[in-house]
Protein backbone atom coordinates (compact mmCIF):
# COMPACT_ATOMS: atom_id res chain seq x y z
CA UNK A 1 0.00 0.00 0.00
CA UNK A 2 1.38 3.76 -1.14
CA UNK A 3 0.41 6.14 1.95
CA UNK A 4 0.37 9.68 2.16
CA UNK A 5 0.45 11.67 5.09
CA UNK A 6 -0.80 15.18 4.42
CA UNK A 7 -1.94 18.32 6.42
CA UNK A 8 -1.70 22.30 7.51
CA UNK A 9 1.90 23.22 9.02
CA UNK A 10 1.35 22.36 12.75
CA UNK A 11 -1.13 20.15 12.58
CA UNK A 12 0.78 16.93 13.32
CA UNK A 13 0.80 15.41 10.31
CA UNK A 14 4.70 14.22 11.19
CA UNK A 15 4.51 12.77 14.10
CA UNK A 16 1.36 11.11 12.61
CA UNK A 17 3.12 9.42 9.84
CA UNK A 18 5.84 8.52 11.94
CA UNK A 19 3.18 6.84 14.58
CA UNK A 20 1.62 4.81 11.70
CA UNK A 21 5.11 3.76 10.22
CA UNK A 22 6.19 2.88 13.88
CA UNK A 23 2.72 0.91 14.34
CA UNK A 24 3.35 -0.77 10.86
CA UNK A 25 7.04 -1.83 11.63
CA UNK A 26 5.81 -3.34 15.08
CA UNK A 27 3.74 -5.74 13.62
CA UNK A 28 6.31 -7.44 11.33
CA UNK A 29 5.33 -5.21 8.24
CA UNK A 30 8.15 -4.35 5.77
CA UNK A 31 7.51 -0.22 5.45
CA UNK A 32 9.91 1.87 3.18
CA UNK A 33 9.11 5.88 4.55
CA UNK A 34 9.48 8.88 2.82
CA UNK A 35 10.25 12.37 4.21
CA UNK A 36 9.12 14.57 1.61
CA UNK A 37 8.48 17.81 3.39
CA UNK A 38 10.03 20.64 2.80
CA UNK A 39 10.91 20.84 6.49
CA UNK A 40 12.80 17.47 7.00
CA UNK A 41 11.28 15.82 10.30
CA UNK A 42 10.56 12.84 9.63
CA UNK A 43 14.10 11.26 10.64
CA UNK A 44 13.51 13.09 13.68
CA UNK A 45 10.28 11.73 14.85
CA UNK A 46 11.26 7.95 13.98
CA UNK A 47 14.47 8.81 16.95
CA UNK A 48 17.31 10.09 14.68
CA UNK A 49 19.20 12.84 16.06
CA UNK A 50 19.48 15.91 13.95
CA UNK A 51 23.32 14.99 12.88
CA UNK A 52 22.17 11.35 11.89
CA UNK A 53 18.91 13.55 9.89
CA UNK A 54 21.37 15.62 8.46
CA UNK A 55 23.68 12.87 6.96
CA UNK A 56 20.73 11.66 5.37
CA UNK A 57 21.66 11.13 1.41
CA UNK A 58 18.96 13.35 -0.81
CA UNK A 59 17.25 11.54 -3.43
CA UNK A 60 17.24 14.73 -5.43
CA UNK A 61 21.09 14.36 -5.66
CA UNK A 62 21.17 10.75 -6.86
CA UNK A 63 18.47 11.35 -8.93
CA UNK A 64 20.90 10.64 -12.44
CA UNK A 65 21.88 7.40 -11.27
CA UNK A 66 17.64 6.91 -10.37
CA UNK A 67 16.79 7.65 -13.69
CA UNK A 68 19.28 4.91 -15.05
CA UNK A 69 18.51 2.56 -12.88
CA UNK A 70 14.65 2.80 -13.62
CA UNK A 71 15.24 3.09 -17.87
CA UNK A 72 16.53 -0.50 -17.49
CA UNK A 73 16.11 -1.89 -21.29
CA UNK A 74 13.08 0.40 -22.04
CA UNK A 75 13.52 0.90 -25.70
CA UNK A 76 11.25 3.93 -25.65
CA UNK A 77 13.92 6.16 -23.36
CA UNK A 78 16.75 6.24 -25.05
CA UNK A 79 18.59 7.91 -22.34
CA UNK A 80 18.41 8.96 -18.64
CA UNK A 81 18.84 12.41 -19.84
CA UNK A 82 15.81 12.28 -21.98
CA UNK A 83 13.98 11.28 -18.53
CA UNK A 84 11.71 13.40 -16.47
CA UNK A 85 9.92 13.59 -12.74
CA UNK A 86 6.50 12.34 -14.38
CA UNK A 87 8.43 9.52 -17.27
CA UNK A 88 6.34 6.20 -16.45
CA UNK A 89 7.42 2.72 -17.16
CA UNK A 90 7.19 1.03 -20.09
CA UNK A 91 8.10 -2.60 -20.95
CA UNK A 92 11.73 -2.95 -20.27
CA UNK A 93 12.05 -0.79 -17.34
CA UNK A 94 13.15 -1.63 -13.80
CA UNK A 95 10.33 -2.19 -10.89
CA UNK A 96 11.15 -1.21 -7.58
CA UNK A 97 10.08 -3.37 -4.86
CA UNK A 98 9.47 -2.78 -1.06
CA UNK A 99 11.45 -6.16 -0.39
CA UNK A 100 14.73 -6.25 -2.27
CA UNK A 101 18.18 -4.99 -2.59
CA UNK A 102 18.50 -2.59 -5.46
CA UNK A 103 20.93 0.18 -6.38
CA UNK A 104 18.69 3.08 -5.56
CA UNK A 105 18.40 1.74 -1.77
CA UNK A 106 21.51 1.12 -1.25
CA UNK A 107 22.21 4.63 -2.18
CA UNK A 108 19.42 6.52 -1.04
CA UNK A 109 17.61 4.49 2.02
CA UNK A 110 19.07 4.23 5.38
CA UNK A 111 17.76 1.41 7.59
CA UNK A 112 16.50 2.56 11.12
CA UNK A 113 15.79 0.45 13.82
CA UNK A 114 12.81 0.90 16.18
CA UNK A 115 12.32 0.32 19.58
CA UNK A 116 9.78 -2.50 17.97
CA UNK A 117 10.79 -3.21 13.71
CA UNK A 118 12.80 -1.43 11.54
CA UNK A 119 12.06 0.63 8.41
CA UNK A 120 14.12 2.27 5.28
CA UNK A 121 14.09 5.94 5.31
CA UNK A 122 14.62 7.76 2.25
CA UNK A 123 14.52 11.72 2.38
CA UNK A 124 14.27 14.23 -0.73
CA UNK A 125 16.36 16.51 0.65
CA UNK A 126 16.53 19.57 2.56
CA UNK A 127 17.19 23.19 0.54
CA UNK A 128 20.46 23.59 0.55
CA UNK A 129 22.23 27.33 -0.34
CA UNK A 130 22.56 26.51 -3.97
CA UNK A 131 19.20 25.93 -4.16
CA UNK A 132 17.97 29.55 -2.81
CA UNK A 133 16.50 32.11 -5.34
CA UNK A 134 17.00 29.34 -8.46
CA UNK A 135 14.97 26.49 -7.59
CA UNK A 136 11.89 25.60 -6.47
CA UNK A 137 11.27 22.68 -3.72
CA UNK A 138 8.77 20.23 -6.08
CA UNK A 139 12.23 19.65 -8.09
CA UNK A 140 13.17 17.53 -5.09
CA UNK A 141 10.01 15.57 -4.76
CA UNK A 142 10.27 14.81 -8.44
CA UNK A 143 12.64 12.05 -7.72
CA UNK A 144 9.57 10.84 -5.36
CA UNK A 145 7.09 10.69 -8.15
CA UNK A 146 9.48 9.15 -10.45
CA UNK A 147 9.98 6.43 -7.96
CA UNK A 148 6.24 5.43 -6.98
CA UNK A 149 5.94 5.37 -10.95
CA UNK A 150 8.12 2.51 -11.19
CA UNK A 151 7.03 1.09 -7.59
CA UNK A 152 5.73 -2.24 -7.37
CA UNK A 153 4.46 -3.21 -3.72
CA UNK A 154 3.08 -6.72 -2.49
CA UNK A 155 0.25 -7.48 -0.27
CA UNK A 156 1.17 -5.78 3.78
CA UNK A 157 3.87 -4.53 1.83
CA UNK A 158 4.03 -0.29 3.09
CA UNK A 159 5.54 3.17 1.35
CA UNK A 160 4.45 5.78 3.95
CA UNK A 161 5.38 9.38 2.54
CA UNK A 162 5.26 12.69 4.75
CA UNK A 163 4.13 15.03 2.02
CA UNK A 164 4.94 19.12 2.11
CA UNK A 165 2.60 20.70 4.18
CA UNK A 166 -0.74 22.50 2.85
CA UNK A 167 -2.22 22.30 -0.49
CA UNK A 168 1.76 22.54 -1.91
CA UNK A 169 1.08 18.84 -3.21
CA UNK A 170 -0.62 19.77 -5.55
CA UNK A 171 2.11 21.40 -7.83
CA UNK A 172 2.88 17.90 -9.16
CA UNK A 173 1.01 14.72 -10.04
CA UNK A 174 2.67 12.90 -6.61
CA UNK A 175 -0.87 13.63 -4.88
CA UNK A 176 -2.16 10.96 -7.29
CA UNK A 177 0.81 7.95 -6.34
CA UNK A 178 -1.00 6.76 -3.47
CA UNK A 179 -3.78 4.63 -2.50
CA UNK A 180 -5.01 6.19 0.26
CA UNK A 181 -4.25 9.86 1.79
CA UNK A 182 -4.85 10.48 5.13
CA UNK A 183 -5.17 15.11 5.93
CA UNK A 184 -4.42 15.74 9.55
CA UNK A 185 -6.28 18.27 10.56
CA UNK A 186 -6.42 20.08 13.82
CA UNK A 187 -10.26 21.43 15.53
CA UNK A 188 -9.44 24.96 14.48
CA UNK A 189 -10.97 27.12 11.16
CA UNK A 190 -7.01 27.04 9.54
CA UNK A 191 -7.18 23.36 9.91
CA UNK A 192 -10.46 22.83 7.99
CA UNK A 193 -9.53 24.67 5.31
CA UNK A 194 -6.42 22.98 3.92
CA UNK A 195 -9.22 20.05 4.51
CA UNK A 196 -11.71 21.35 2.33
CA UNK A 197 -8.63 22.71 -0.70
CA UNK A 198 -7.37 19.75 -0.85
CA UNK A 199 -10.61 18.05 -1.64
CA UNK A 200 -11.60 20.82 -3.47
CA UNK A 201 -8.31 20.03 -6.11
CA UNK A 202 -8.45 16.46 -5.42
CA UNK A 203 -11.97 15.49 -6.38
CA UNK A 204 -11.25 15.22 -10.16
CA UNK A 205 -8.60 12.59 -9.33
CA UNK A 206 -9.99 9.89 -7.58
CA UNK A 207 -8.03 10.41 -4.45
CA UNK A 208 -9.22 8.19 -1.47
CA UNK A 209 -9.29 10.70 1.10
CA UNK A 210 -9.64 10.23 4.91
CA UNK A 211 -9.33 12.99 7.16
CA UNK A 212 -7.77 12.37 11.22
CA UNK A 213 -8.69 14.34 13.43
CA UNK A 214 -5.52 15.41 15.56
CA UNK A 215 -4.79 17.32 19.02
CA UNK A 216 -8.82 16.41 19.80
CA UNK A 217 -9.22 17.88 23.68
CA UNK A 218 -12.99 16.90 24.40
CA UNK A 219 -16.35 16.70 22.31
CA UNK A 220 -16.42 20.38 21.35
CA UNK A 221 -13.40 18.94 19.36
CA UNK A 222 -14.90 16.60 18.31
CA UNK A 223 -18.28 17.81 17.04
CA UNK A 224 -16.30 20.74 15.86
CA UNK A 225 -14.68 18.28 12.89
CA UNK A 226 -17.81 16.29 12.67
CA UNK A 227 -19.48 19.43 11.51
CA UNK A 228 -16.90 20.79 9.08
CA UNK A 229 -15.78 17.30 7.85
CA UNK A 230 -18.62 14.94 7.64
CA UNK A 231 -17.88 11.59 6.25
CA UNK A 232 -14.63 12.18 5.61
CA UNK A 233 -13.94 12.57 8.84
CA UNK A 234 -12.71 8.71 10.09
CA UNK A 235 -10.69 8.98 13.28
CA UNK A 236 -9.45 11.16 15.94
CA UNK A 237 -6.31 11.44 17.87
CA UNK A 238 -6.59 12.96 21.54
CA UNK A 239 -3.94 15.04 23.62
CA UNK A 240 -0.80 12.49 23.87
CA UNK A 241 1.93 12.45 27.17
CA UNK A 242 3.89 10.40 24.87
CA UNK A 243 3.80 12.54 21.74
CA UNK A 244 5.20 15.22 24.11
CA UNK A 245 7.87 13.02 25.69
CA UNK A 246 9.00 12.15 22.20
CA UNK A 247 9.07 16.21 21.27
CA UNK A 248 11.35 17.47 24.36
CA UNK A 249 13.92 14.33 22.97
CA UNK A 250 12.98 11.44 24.80
CA UNK A 251 12.64 7.90 22.80
CA UNK A 252 9.52 6.09 24.74
CA UNK A 253 8.86 3.00 23.47
CA UNK A 254 5.41 2.65 21.46
CA UNK A 255 4.13 0.27 24.05
CA UNK A 256 3.66 3.08 26.70
CA UNK A 257 1.44 4.95 23.58
CA UNK A 258 -1.98 5.74 25.29
CA UNK A 259 -3.86 2.53 24.61
CA UNK A 260 -6.99 4.82 22.63
CA UNK A 261 -4.67 6.66 20.88
CA UNK A 262 -2.60 3.24 19.19
CA UNK A 263 -6.05 2.11 18.61
CA UNK A 264 -6.47 4.47 16.29
CA UNK A 265 -3.56 3.60 14.61
CA UNK A 266 -4.90 0.25 14.20
CA UNK A 267 -7.51 2.33 12.32
CA UNK A 268 -5.93 4.09 10.28
CA UNK A 269 -4.01 0.49 9.23
CA UNK A 270 -7.57 -1.19 8.39
CA UNK A 271 -8.61 1.90 6.45
CA UNK A 272 -5.47 1.57 4.52
CA UNK A 273 -5.82 -2.46 4.15
CA UNK A 274 -9.56 -1.41 2.64
CA UNK A 275 -8.14 0.82 0.35
CA UNK A 276 -5.77 -2.08 -1.89
CA UNK A 277 -9.37 -3.09 -3.18
CA UNK A 278 -10.17 -0.01 -4.41
CA UNK A 279 -7.14 -0.22 -6.46
CA UNK A 280 -7.22 -0.07 -10.63
CA UNK A 281 -3.86 -0.70 -12.25
CA UNK A 282 -5.37 0.74 -15.02
CA UNK A 283 -6.50 3.94 -13.78
CA UNK A 284 -3.17 4.41 -11.51
CA UNK A 285 -1.14 4.29 -15.03
CA UNK A 286 -3.33 5.79 -17.29
CA UNK A 287 -2.91 8.73 -14.37
CA UNK A 288 0.62 8.62 -15.09
CA UNK A 289 0.23 9.02 -18.62
CA UNK A 290 -1.83 11.50 -17.80
CA UNK A 291 0.61 13.72 -16.27
CA UNK A 292 3.52 12.94 -18.03
CA UNK A 293 1.85 14.06 -21.18
CA UNK A 294 0.59 17.47 -19.35
CA UNK A 295 4.48 18.06 -18.29
CA UNK A 296 5.88 17.13 -21.25
CA UNK A 297 3.83 20.06 -23.45
CA UNK A 298 4.26 22.73 -20.47
CA UNK A 299 7.80 22.47 -19.80
CA UNK A 300 9.58 18.93 -20.36
CA UNK A 301 9.70 18.71 -24.26
CA UNK A 302 11.44 22.21 -24.04
CA UNK A 303 14.08 21.60 -21.37
CA UNK A 304 15.13 18.13 -22.85
CA UNK A 305 14.57 18.65 -26.66
CA UNK A 306 12.57 15.73 -27.76
CA UNK A 307 9.16 14.82 -27.89
CA UNK A 308 8.46 12.79 -24.59
CA UNK A 309 5.08 11.49 -25.61
CA UNK A 310 7.03 8.94 -27.41
CA UNK A 311 8.39 7.37 -23.89
CA UNK A 312 4.45 6.27 -23.34
CA UNK A 313 4.24 2.58 -24.05
CA UNK A 314 0.14 2.20 -24.81
CA UNK A 315 -0.28 -1.64 -24.12
CA UNK A 316 1.73 -0.71 -20.88
CA UNK A 317 -0.25 -1.23 -17.17
CA UNK A 318 1.66 -1.04 -13.86
CA UNK A 319 0.42 -4.23 -11.21
CA UNK A 320 -0.65 -6.26 -14.40
CA UNK A 321 3.02 -8.09 -14.18
CA UNK A 322 2.74 -11.22 -11.45
CA UNK A 323 4.38 -10.12 -8.36
CA UNK A 324 7.38 -12.77 -7.62
CA UNK A 325 6.71 -14.76 -4.75
CA UNK A 326 10.84 -13.82 -3.29
CA UNK A 327 9.54 -10.22 -3.19
CA UNK A 328 6.58 -10.46 -1.05
Not at 9 to 25: E, M, V
Not at 159 to 177: E, I, Q
Not at 278 to 295: E, G, I, K, M, T
Request: include cysteine.
Amino acid sequence: MKIAFVGKGGSGKTTLSALFIRHLAAAGHPVVAVDADINQHLGPALGLTDGQAATLPSLGAHLPEIKEYLRGDNPLIRSAEEMIKTTPPGHGSRLLRIVEENPVYASCARPIALDEGSVRLMATGAFTEEDLGVACYHSKVGAVELLLNHLLDGPDEYLVTDMTAGSDSFASGLFTRFDLTFLVAEPTRKGVSVYRQYKEYAQDFDVHLRVVGNKVQGPDDLEFLRREVGEDLYACFGQSGWVRRLERGDEPPLRELEPANRGVLAELKAAADAAHELRDPRRYSAQAVRFHLRNAESWGNAKVGVDLATQVDPEYVLGAEPVRAADV
